[in-house]
């Protein structure tokens, strides 16, 4: 299904794709959730996960950095592959793991600490406790999250003061402190007005150059604007991957054709 | 990095795991140890006689007779007491004063009252029931005095019960042109019966075991007859037992533990009872 | 017709508003009881002997009406129990919301239920009969009556207590916190310590300010095991005597009504009664403040 690519970034080390996944089945209980998903990702582009809610968007988005472990009775089959190596496989440390896969979750949810420890969470706990390397590595990942100016006087308050916009982007911020070489987004914006949605996704743009972003979201326009390619998901399937251009205007799938032009969903 | 942290966090993570399950290995075995150890040293004493018999000066031939039939006199004048009157402030603070100040206050006050120290509710009850209104060492004064103690509960259990009850029933009612209190009799109360009994027979369980409160207004630890109204004096179980308990003989440390048996037989029960009720009212509920 | 019933309404409504009324005058009965009486046992004690004297002899012969002695002894069981049960009390909370499968935490919490429904009486048995004796092998010096064994076994029925406020504090905080900080590569003990505990603090302080509230007004544990000596020590190994452990033992003797001997049990009643009042109006307070903050 996925053809020449153009999207690749050139260099990086890890063969050509970032992510990639096959075979996957994932079962709450004796339910499945999820059947038999594979898929590519190529480094340094924004993938968009769409579908009606219940579809296995979310769920599939939380197979990347082992979320699901927090769930009891999941079981999942099949492999998943970042930078050619089998998360679910290999003997990982899976905290390790995480701290390479940045998450932004549906509602902003920043610790009720100081917007700058907040910030500063993923590096304190990995140790790091030098006052000056954390300002430095707080500075320059609010900065990237577009945040800095409006925060830079007070980095002491309560990041519960900001407000919802600020927050989730003060909540990329945190994420991407740790450096992370992927950003998984499981609809970052649809808490947010529209004016916040807006920067959200100015933001995604620009962070392209440095992460290999997933975003799961349920508004297809954003998925239209933002995403380099788009997943259309349906039933806890994969129905349709390709450029974002082709889901939008010439899909493949007739399911795919029905739930972008409003037929359900 | 990791090299920053004094013990690394896996270490930090485990070292944790260890700990906790090991305090709470060790809280368990104390209870365990507590049954066993009340176990031993009681059982030999529990037999029919230990029901029947009077107390008396010496320990083996002493009962729980007396100390038995005042705690069961002692209880029921206790529920007759704090029954209606913790359900309906209960009734009213979740029903109708839900926003006025009176009801704040009230409320205040009631999470105040579940925090004063029951041996202060002795003091009251001495000076109030015992000395101004003339009862004496009464079941009466014992049962008042227990019944402001236990009242806190029954209203936070009721309220939490009818707390549970989904607004639509309401709505149902008032919709069918029900007043306020139709709508809180026949359909509020029955679906919160549940919760209420659950809440009544935990109170109760806290009721048998009050000892402190009891000593202050005046429960006698030498009753040789059974109380017959609640104008007699009394003794209860844990007065009983908590006399036995100061003795030096080891005669009546055998009672004492004996007693102790029967004691937490009447508390298990009741709280199983509340525990199974809850369980299942939950159940019902939750849908 | 109509009108009978909204009569009937309004007459039901104003018997539920008496009984509400009961709790006030509950209040209102303790302040006054304890104040009264209070009040004439300091127009004989002077206010600064009682807060000064050392020693605390109303039985006696020679008089002395010292609250400190007494104090000394709440104070020093109390702190026993809190070092205790505090540290335990927490630990099993996180441990139960955090680490424990949804199948132990079923199994362990009735069990805890069980330990909070034994009456008192039974833990000061358990203290007298069994823990000093068990401590005496290990500490030759202990006397039969001490601080520590009954300062213990208080503190393990105060666990059950803690470890319940407390995990509700730490179950409100939402799952959203406990993602973010996995996502960012937090382990468990991180996520439980760094995020989970931090954000329930206030519920976790509440909790311990009503565990000091409950074994300071404890009476049983300490009236049978810890004796009955107001002794001013700090020292867990000797015998004491706590403000509960008093008014017991006054209400067990013959002390005349009336009589100063009769009011002390007002003064000390009054001293528990604001130390308690206090602490349950910090952690009321407390709690409506942080109630709404993650709704």
Redesign the interface.
């Known amino acids: 299904m996925v053809q020449k690519d153009s999207y690749i970034t050139e260099g990086s080390p890890y063969g050509i794709y970032k992510l990639r996944v096959e075979g996957l089945n994932l079962y709450y209980g004796t339910k499945q959730a999820l059947k038999d998903i594979s898929i590519k990702i190529a480094p340094n582009t924004v993938t968009a996960f769409i579908g009606p809610s219940g579809c296995g968007k979310s769920t599939f988005l939380r197979c990347f950095n082992r979320m699901n472990d927090l769930i009891e009775n999941v079981t999942i089959t099949g492999s998943v592959m970042v930078d050619d190596i089998d998360i679910y496989k290999n003997m990982i ?1 899976v ?1 390790q793991y995480r701290k390479k896969i940045g998450m932004v979750f549906q509602k902003p949810n920043p610790f009720p600490k100081s917007i700058f420890e907040n910030v500063a969470f993923g590096l304190r ?5 030098s006052k000056s390397v954390l300002q430095g590595i707080v500075e320059s990942a609010l900065r990237q999250a577009a945040l800095w100016e409006e925060v830079k006087d007070n980095l002491n308050k309560s990041a519960l003061t900001l407000s919802g916009g600020q927050q989730q982007r003060l909540c990329i911020a945190r994420a991407i402190a740790v450096k992370p070489s992927v950003l998984l987004m499981d609809e970052p914006a649809s808490s947010l007005d529209p004016i916040s949605t807006a920067k959200i996704e100015e933001l995604i743009y620009q962070l392209k150059d440095q992460f290999t972003i997933v975003i799961v979201t349920h508004n297809m326009q954003q998925a239209a604007r933002v995403s380099d390619k788009t997943a259309f998901f349906y039933l806890g399937e994969l129905i349709e991957f390709d450029k974002t251009d082709k889901i939008f205007t010439n899909p493949s799938k007739e399911a795919t054709q029905n739930y972008i032009t409003g037929r359900f969903g | ?5 004094l013990i690394s ?2 270490s ?2 485990k070292l ?2 260890i ?3 090991l ?2 290995g ?3 075995l ?2 365990l ?2 049954l066993i ?2 176990g031993i ?1 009681g059982i030999q004493r529990i037999n029919w006689s230990f029901f029947t018999n009077l107390p008396s000066r010496h320990p083996e031939e002493s009962g729980i007779y007396t100390a038995l039939a005042g705690m069961v006199g002692l209880l029921f004048f206790t529920v007759i007491i704090a029954l ?3 359900i ?2 209960g ?3 979740q029903e ?2 839900k926003r006025n100040k ?2 704040k ?2 409320e ?17 009850g ?3 029931f015992v ?1 101004t209104a003339g009862f004496g060492n009464s079941i009466l004064s014992g049962a008042l005095t227990l019944a ?1 103690l236990i ?2 509960v029954i ?1 936070v259990s009721t309220r939490e019960a009818i707390k549970a009850v989904p607004d639509s029933l309401r709505e149902a009612s008032f919709g069918l042109g029900a ?3 139709q709508t809180v009799r026949r359909v509020v109360l029955p679906a919160s019966f549940g919760g209420i009994l659950t809440g009544i027979i935990l109170s109760t ?1 806290r009721a ?5 409160p009891l ?2 207004v ?1 429960a006698l ?1 030498y009753v040789p007859f059974v109380p017959e109204g609640p104008m007699d004096q009394y003794t209860s179980l ?1 007065i009983q ?2 006399n036995w ?2 003795r030096p003989q080891q005669g009546f ?1 055998v009672n ?2 004996a007693g ?1 048996i029967v ?2 037989l009447f ?2 029960i009741l ?1 199983g009872t509340a ?1 199974y009720l809850r369980n299942r009212w939950y159940k019902k509920t939750a849908i | 017709m109509n009108r009978i ?1 909204i009569r ?2 309004k007459v ?2 104003w ?3 008496l ?6 005058l ?2 209102i ?2 302040i006054l ?2 104040s009264v ?1 209070a009040f004439k046992f300091f127009k004989e004690v002077p206010f600064v002997d009682f807060l000064t004297d050392t020693q605390w002899t109303p039985l006696f012969e020679d008089k002395h009406f010292g609250i400190m002695p007494l104090l000394s002894g709440t104070l020093l069981t109390t702190t026993i129990a809190i070092l205790l049960a505090v540290p ?1 009390g927490i ?2 909370a ?3 919301n955090e ?1 424990a499968s949804k199948k132990f935490t079923s199994v ?1 919490k ?6 909070a ?10 203290a ?3 823990v000093t004796p068990l401590l005496q092998k290990v500490i030759p010096g202990l006397a039969g009556f001490n601080a520590l064994s009954p300062g213990i076994v208080m503190g ?1 029925m105060i ?2 207590y803690i470890t319940s406020l407390s995990e509700d504090a730490l179950r409100a905080v939402p799952k959203s916190l406990r993602e973010a900080a996995y996502g960012l590569g937090a ?4 996520t ?1 310590f760094k995020v989970i505990v931090p954000a329930a603090n206030s519920g976790i302080v509440v909790s311990v300010i ?1 565990a000091i ?2 074994a ?5 544990i300490v ?2 095991a810890a004796g009955q000596q107001p002794r001013l020590t700090f020292n867990p190994l000797e015998s004491v005597e706590t403000i ?1 452990t008093y ?2 033992q006054v ?2 003797g013959d002390v005349p ?1 009336d009589s100063l001997e009769y009011r002390t ?2 003064a000390a ?1 009054i001293t ?2 604001a130390f ?2 206090l ?3 910090i ?2 307070w407390m709690r409506k403040k942080y109630q709404h903050r993650y709704e």
Not at chain 2, 208 to 212: K, Y
């Open positions: 440390d905290y706990i990995n140790g790091e406790s | 990095m990791n090299r920053k942290h966090p896996k930090q993570d944790f795991k700990f906790a399950a305090c709470t060790l809280v368990l104390t209870l140890v507590l150890d009340i040293k209606p009157i913790g309906l402030s009734i009213y603070l109708y004063g009176l009801a206050f009230i205040i006050n009631i999470s105040n009252l579940a925090g004063v120290p029951s041996v202060i509710y002795g003091i009251l001495l000076q109030l000395r402001l009242m806190p209203i007043t306020k209190w369980s048998i075991g009050e000892t402190a000593i202050v005046g630890a844990p037992i908590f308990t100061s440390v004492a533990a102790i004691l937490l508390t298990f709280n525990i | 019933r009937s309404e039901i409504e018997i539920m508003i009984c509400s009324l009961v709790s006030v509950t209040t009965g303790i009881v304890l009486d335990v630990t099993i996180v441990f139960l680490y362990v009735p069990l805890l239920e069980v330990l429904a034994v009456p008192t009486v039974v833990y000061g048995f358990f007298l009969q069994f393990i666990i059950p382990n468990r003990f991180q439980a009503l509230s409950r300071l007004g404890e009476t049983m009236a049978i509960t008014i017991v209400s067990m009504q049990i007002f009643g528990l009664f308690t009042f602490l349950n109006n952690s009321f």
